[in-house]
């Protein structure tokens, strides 16, 4: 057994917090340089470049690049042979996130209960799904996530008879049903098979990996990069105002499914999507 | 287009979908809660708590200032949450609204009966658009955080116009240019 303290743990998700929120991912900043090379827009030309140059302002001033900082979405590995000490994982987490945005002057934007509305004021709890692996390392990835985007985001039950197709048909109707709302250019994560929950769980894990990081299997990296290309022939364009530029990426997960069913699952994100990942 | 507030007639007259411009005076900010106190307060008879005629509201949450900050990072929030409130607060001489997205169409009609215009900021510019902030106080619902009402002075701020007071609608008109997409 490896023993891994709570504090370690809560100093990382801290961390994480604040480094997600004023640094645009890589991955992101890659993508909107090059989506500008190639947008015809002018009024889309001007807003990616003030997207980077935005991004530039908020690592300057260290500070968040979307004042949405976001609900903490986290992903945790925990391998078989790690023991945690000193208190409980979760209390671990939601500790280091009410550090996180506290310290840096993060957006607090957690109500209590979803029809009386209080706010929490610690962005706390945070929205935690727990993986058991082997081995003895623990890996937290952290997704804080705006919620303009998140609202557009669909979960389509259809029939194995729609096939690959039918799957298409809705993951781009969201997208243009998503808009300018959404702030685009945007990133999306889809989930593809397994029950209702866990077609979403895969879509919002389909965000976290970069977009510059296509699927391992053949066929679905395919599919990312024929929807990629439909996507962006919507005519939707950075912000909605018109141009080439309406998404970044989108990633698919897969899972096996029940012989009745073909569920899909589209987490819509932003031009901010943030993820980061740590091993303790 | 450089324009000030308040929001009179005659520039409201000249400004069309599409338009760039660099806002400077005094906006309010408002977003699902403070609309909600606002219009609580409206059905209770009170009056709301700034001077909504020839006004600009701005949909924002800003995140926190930091030590020697006027203001954290204060980019739009998704406009329609505020559609169920706003032909009300256009009655009562609302001009101007900030944010980013599609409107009802309620929203729209109302735009046009009272002549008044929706601007765009850019979502998630909220680093940039934060340095044309210069002052900015909280002006009621303080205990709402993020969501109470500001008063800020801007200047230069940047915007665009996404609906004019005759309902001419930028994100319709560009949409359709760039649009090659055809299902197979
Ligand atoms: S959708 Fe993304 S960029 Fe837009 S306001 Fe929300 S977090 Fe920010």
Redesign the interface.
Known sequence: MREVHVNDITQAVAKMCIATNVKISPDILEGLKKSQKLE??P?GID?LD??L??AE??ER?N???????GMAVVFVEIGQEVSISGGLLTDAINEGVRKGYEEG?????IVEDPFF?V?T?DNTPAVIHYDIVGGDSLKISLSPKGF?SE?MSRIYMLKPSDGIEGAK?VI?ETIDMA???A?PPMVVGVGIGGTFEKAAILAKKALIRPIDQSSDITYVSNLEKELTK?AN?????P??????TTVLGINIETFPTHIAGLPVAINIS???TRHMSVSL | MVITTPLKKHIINQLKAGDKVLITGIIYTARDAGHKRMIEQLAKGERIPFNIEESIIYYVGPSPAKPGEIIGSAGPTTSYRMDDYTPELLDLGLKGMIGKGNRHEKVIESMKKNGAVYFGAVGGAAALIASSIIKAKVIAYEELGTEALRELYVENFPAIVLIDQDGKNLYEEEKVKYRTYQAD
């Open positions: 015809s827009s009024i807003i003030q997207l140059q935005n302002i908020a001033k500070m968040p690049i979307c004042q949405d900082t002057y993060l957006r607090k934007s509305r706010n004021n303009g609202n048909r781009l808009g300018p709302n702030c439909k022939q919507l005519g939707i364009g912000q909605g105002m018109g141009g080439r932003c031009h901010v």
